[in-house]
C-alpha cells in the first residue's frame, strides 16, 4: 500500500500509474508465461483484479459493495 501511495504523490488523477496500456501489459503477462511455463496453469489478467477484492474479503479490508465494485462483480 505504501509503494502505491508513493506512485500517486504528486500526480494529477488522470495521469497513469505504469508507462504502458493493459494492452500492451496482457502481451507481456502471455509471452513471460510462455517462457516461465506457467501460462499452463490458466491465469488470466483480470484474476488479479478479482483477487485483489476476494483477499479484501478475507481480512474484512472493504465493505460487501467496495469489494463488489473493486472486483466489478455483479
Request: glycine share 10%.
Amino acid at each position: 500500500y505504501e509503494i502505491l501511495k508513493r506512485l500517486v504523490s504528486g500526480r494529477l488523477k488522470t495521469a497513469a500509474l505504469w508507462p504502458f496500456s493493459y494492452r500492451d501489459f496482457t502481451a507481456m503477462w502471455y509471452h513471460h508465461g510462455d517462457r516461465s511455463g506457467s501460462s499452463s496453469l490458466g491465469a488470466e489478467p483480470y484474476a488479479l483484479r478479482h483477487g485483489g477484492a476476494s483477499h479484501d474479503s478475507l481480512v474484512r479490508r472493504r465493505s460487501y459493495s467496495e469489494r463488489k465494485q473493486r472486483g466489478r462483480w455483479r
